[in-house]
């Protein structure tokens, strides 16, 4: 994970978000999360899975979603 992080930094052309990436990197090297660091640089926005509303909504209704419908 640092490795690559290593990579993503020296390819980074902007200096804001190779801060952000050096300064999480640090944090992650001492044993914290990849999550934590990148949302406190406020520099990377959150993942939003395009389909976890339809699954949220499939479980509380006990249905299974099915094949083919763009659900995992």
């Not at 952000?20 to 934590?36: K, M, W």
């Not at 939003?48 to 249905?63: F, I, L, S």
Request: net charge positive; glycine share 10%; with cysteine.
């Amino acid at each position: 994970m640092l490795a690559a992080m290593d990579i993503v930094r020296n390819v980074v052309d902007n200096h804001v978000l190779a801060k952000a990436i050096d300064e999480a990197r640090s944090n992650i090297s001492e044993g914290e999360s990849i999550a934590g660091p990148l949302k406190k640089s406020g520099q990377f926005p959150p993942y939003r899975d395009p389909h976890g509303e339809h699954r949220r909504k499939n479980r509380r209704a006990g249905k299974h979603a099915k094949p083919g419908f763009g659900c995992l």
